[in-house]
């Protein structure tokens, strides 16, 4: 016969955890994995590190800024392409002209946050070459490929 709920209820709990995991929750992760994560993680902090400091440069003026903050408020309401018209900005990677000027420096941490990928796959492909693991060769040469090309701006897409 079925215990009452009550009983059941009142059951002591273990209160000890169990010392190891199950088996099934264990999960072996290729060293490359890791290293690629490893990039990741490590990558995004810097970057984000990158982006307050520059944003720091900006904001106290310790590098002469290309707008002055005060005389962004004027620009706010412009659409993006009346934006690089009336203030002259540039476009394109000729933005590296620029690193002179403190609003153009946080540049760094963005570049480096968004090749993040790019290297992360350049640290996998070494390992997936030496198994001779073709799909993800071909995987991972096809994404470097596509994300290098969009990023020198050969792959133009949409209206931007």
């Known amino acids: 016969m079925a215990k009452p709920q009550a009983e059941i209820l009142k059951s002591p709990v273990p209160k000890e955890a169990p010392a ?19 990039v990741l993680l490590y990558g995004a902090w810097l970057g984000i590190a990158l982006l ?10 310790l ?4 707008i002055e903050p005060a005389m962004l ?10 934006f690089v018209q009336v203030a002259h900005m540039p476009t394109g990677w000729s933005w590296l002209k620029m690193l002179g000027y403190s609003d153009f420096l946080n540049f760094f941490g963005m570049v480096l ?3 993040l990928t790019i290297i992360g796959y350049l640290i996998l492909l070494p390992a997936y070459l030496s198994r ?9 040469l096809t994404e470097v490929v596509v994300l290098v090309l969009a990023a020198s701006g050969i792959l133009a897409v949409g209206g931007h």
Do not use: C, R
């Open 52 to 61: 307050l400091l520059t944003n720091i440069i900006y904001l106290t003026g």
């Open 73 to 82: 408020p004027q620009y706010w309401g412009m659409k993006a392409s009346e």
């Open 113 to 115: 946050l968004a090749s």
């Open 63 to 66: 590098v002469k800024p290309y």
């Open 20 to 38: 190891k995991a199950p088996a099934a929750l264990q999960v072996e992760v290729a060293p490359e994995q890791l290293a690629y994560a490893n």
């Open 132 to 140: 001779k693991d073709v799909p993800y060769i071909f995987i991972v």
